[in-house]
């Protein structure tokens, strides 16, 4: 009996996740919050035409820039990006981007501003601002084990309370607050 109870101690101990991080979501109600680690999985190649292979990476939003301190942010990595539609503002997000390992292979992985939009409260996807984001941007190749930092810009509602972002494609998504 004292063997079983070890085992089933055990056994739950593993399926406890670690501090602070999260497994990716299936939907933009259970968005992570600002500054929750978020284990995602991508899928390299088309599948179709390719072999696609899936690695695990992991994404933190670490901060959050709204208004006119996000419109100043903006103008000021490029005085030629313009401010926003009425009713509309910036959102600078700085995201941190781990790449994980995946068995022996060694895929890069190119990551991309448009891989990540904003989403109303109500669950409308807002347009992409074409807008020149602060520096250090969030765009590069990364390669198993290596992880990026850096800026990106997005759009919402002035009055959108809640936004969330989603990072991934319509096949593989996962979404933060901004919030």
């Known amino acids: 009996m004292r063997r079983m109870t070890v085992v089933v101690i055990l056994a739950g101990i593993a399926l406890i996740p670690r501090a602070n991080a999260l497994r990716a979501q299936a939907s933009a109600d259970e968005a992570v919050a600002i500054g929750t680690v978020c284990k995602a999985g991508i899928v390299i190649g088309e599948g179709y035409a390719t072999e696609s292979i899936s690695v695990e ?77 602060p520096k250090p941007v969030l765009n590069g190749r990364l390669y198993p084990g290596e992880s990026l930092e850096g800026w990106i810009v997005l759009l919402v509602s002035a009055d959108d309370a809640k936004p969330r972002m989603t990072f991934g494609n319509n096949y593989n998504r996962v979404w933060f607050r901004l919030y």
């Open 57 to 133: 990476a992991a994404v933190t939003v670490l901060e959050v820039v709204r208004g006119e301190k996000a419109w100043e942010m903006v103008r000021s990595a490029d005085p030629s990006n313009k401010p926003p539609a009425g009713g509309m503002e910036y959102v600078a997000v700085r995201v941190r981007f781990e790449y994980g390992h995946q068995g022996g292979r060694d895929p890069s992985y190119g990551v991309r501003l448009e891989q990540f939009a904003s989403v109303s409260e109500t669950g409308k996807q807002y347009e992409r601002p074409s807008t020149a984001p």
